[in-house]
Nanobody
Framework: QVQLVESGGGLVQAGDSLRLSCAASGGTVRNNLLGWFRQAPGKEREFVAAITRSGGSSYYADSVKGRFTISRDNAKNIVSLQMNDLKFEDTAAYYC????????????????????WGQGTQVTVSS
């Protein structure tokens, strides 16, 4: 059973940068689509970004496009999320996920299509 563990969350000010990492253990995720979701209090979990097996393609929610960058290191079983120019509305618990490599871009936002989830790391942006 694959286990995902996120790290790197914290409290920052608006305009700051933060880098989240997610390490997989108990199996390899090099053949999985990897992604990040977030959930703010009282809101549903929402898609943030995803990256294909090879890392050749990445997908982003409109709200983070141009500010966030997802990357992966298949040798280390790690997926990262570089977050720049953070805004108050980015405040949420961030979760990494592993899903099927064949998942279409239009379906990536559906959390029930993903196989494995981390426990989450909190990102709080003060305005």
């Amino acid at each position: 059973q694959v286990q995902l563990v996120e790290s790197g969350g914290g409290l920052v000010q608006a305009g700051d940068s933060l880098r989240l990492s997610c390490a997989a253990s108990g199996g390899t995720v090099r053949n999985n689509l990897l992604g990040w979701f977030r959930q703010a209090p009282g809101k549903e979990r929402e898609f943030v970004a995803a990256i294909t097996r090879s890392g050749g393609s990445s997908y982003y929610a409109d709200s983070v496009k141009g500010r966030f960058t997802i990357s992966r290191d298949n040798a280390k079983n790690i997926v990262s999320l570089q977050m720049n120019d953070l805004k108050f509305e980015d405040t949420a618990a961030y979760y990494c996920a592993a899903g099927p490599w064949w998942l279409a871009a239009d379906d990536m936002r559906h959390s029930d299509r993903w196989f494995f989830w981390g426990q989450g790391t909190q990102v709080t942006v003060s305005s």
